[in-house]
């Protein structure tokens, strides 16, 4: 079975320019996580997803950053414009259900701002 | 602000080893999970331990929870040069949404050397 897919692996932009991540997670799951990971630091969650509800969106830095999740299957996570503060690494991750169950994280996107 | 929090930051140990993680944590919590990240990779899921249970066995790993000290442990027995990686605890406590949010420390980095 295939795990959580994320595209792309690497992107290095300039500031001021918009950027998008994409995510399929594993068949079946429900549940979608959007995390970003500084250096040295553990995930900090920015949106969670229950089918295509948005049901935490409490730490997405809402003037720059969206996210959707159409037919509550693959989710985009798009960054406009982005910032040097904004390098990082972006993790998805998926769950069969809701929060408090496993979460299955695909590679990352490593995001470098220039 | 951090949920959990790791202890030690880092840990160098021979190979065969045992090696231990702390993990602290603020509020009240269902479930505590450890995961496991290699270097430039995703998070991988160890183990699951509920708040009503206090020990768990998976493999060559062992997980302890103490909820009345907000506190649980990861020991890897016989430690091999390919459990060298960053572990981190997430737990899952209440909101004031009454939802449940997914919140990661910030990591021991473990390095076993061959």
């Known amino acids: 079975e295939a795990g959580v897919v994320q595209s792309p692996r690497y992107k290095i932009i300039e500031k001021k320019q918009p950027v998008a991540f994409w995510c399929n997670p594993i068949?079946?799951?429900?549940?979608l996580y959007w995390y970003r990971q500084n250096l040295g630091q553990g995930p900090e969650l920015l949106i969670r997803y229950e089918n295509e509800e948005a049901v935490d969106d409490s730490q997405l830095p809402k003037d720059r950053f969206s996210a959707e999740r159409l037919k509550g299957v693959d989710s985009t996570l798009k960054i406009q414009p982005a910032e040097l503060g904004d390098s990082a690494v972006y993790l998805c991750?998926?769950?069969?259900?809701?929060?408090?169950?496993?979460?299955?994280f695909g590679p990352g996107t490593r995001l470098l701002v220039l | 602000s951090q949920q959990g929090e790791e202890d030690p930051q880092a840990l160098s140990i021979q190979e065969g080893e045992n090696a231990t993680m702390n993990c602290s944590y603020k509020t009240s919590i269902n479930n505590l999970q450890w995961y496991r990240q290699n270097s430039g990779r995703g998070l991988v899921h160890l183990i699951l331990i509920r708040s009503n249970e206090r020990e768990k066995h998976s493999g060559r790993l062992r997980v302890t929870l103490d909820t009345s000290k907000k506190s649980s442990s990861l020991l890897i027995t016989a430690s091999r040069a390919a459990d060298t990686a960053s572990y981190f605890c997430?737990?899952?406590?209440?909101?004031?949404?009454?939802?449940?949010?997914?919140?990661f420390g910030a990591g021991t980095r473990l390095f076993v050397k061959a």
């Open positions: 068949s079946g799951h429900n549940t």
């Open positions: 991750a998926s769950s069969l259900r809701q929060a408090q169950e496993t979460q299955y």
């Open positions: 997430a737990t899952d406590p209440l909101i004031n949404t009454g939802g449940f949010k997914t919140i």
